[in-house]
Nanobody, 123 residues
Framework: QVQLVESGGGLVQAGGSLRLSCAAS????????MGWFRQAPGKERELVSH????????YYKDSVKGRFTISRDNAKNTLYLQMNSLKPEDTAVYYC????????????????WGQGTQVTVSS
């Protein structure tokens, strides 16, 4: 089992920044690829970004490229998402997720999920 706890969400004005964190416990964090997903009201959960177990490769949804940065610190068992130049359309509950070894674009492939943290961007 891997337990994931997100933090860092909140209310921010458009153009502002937030840094989300996801603290992992349980099994060896460095064995897992990690992803950030988000779900807005009335919409399906979507992938925002993912990172390989080593941190050597990352992926971003087109709409967040150049604004968001995913990173991880395996020594601290923590995943991060730095979000800059936030837009109202970024408003959603953000979830971190873990998948053994290989990253995936699909939520169904991830084995463990956090409880989510709300990000609200006002215009």
């Amino acid at each position: 089992q891997v337990q994931l706890v997100e933090s860092g969400g909140g209310l921010v004005q458009a153009g502002g920044s937030l840094r989300l964190s996801c603290a992992a416990s349980g099994r060896t964090f460095s064995n897992y690829a990690m992803g950030w997903f988000r779900q807005a009201p009335g919409k399906e959960r979507e992938l925002v970004s993912h990172i390989t177990w080593s941190g050597s490769s990352t992926y971003y949804k087109d709409s967040v490229k150049g604004r968001f940065t995913i990173s991880r610190d395996n020594a601290k068992n923590t995943l991060y998402l730095q979000m800059n130049s936030l837009k109202p359309e970024d408003t959603a509950v953000y979830y971190c997720a873990a998948r053994y070894f290989h990253a995936s674009d699909y939520a169904a492939d991830y084995n463990y999920w956090g409880q989510g943290t709300q990000v609200t961007v006002s215009s």
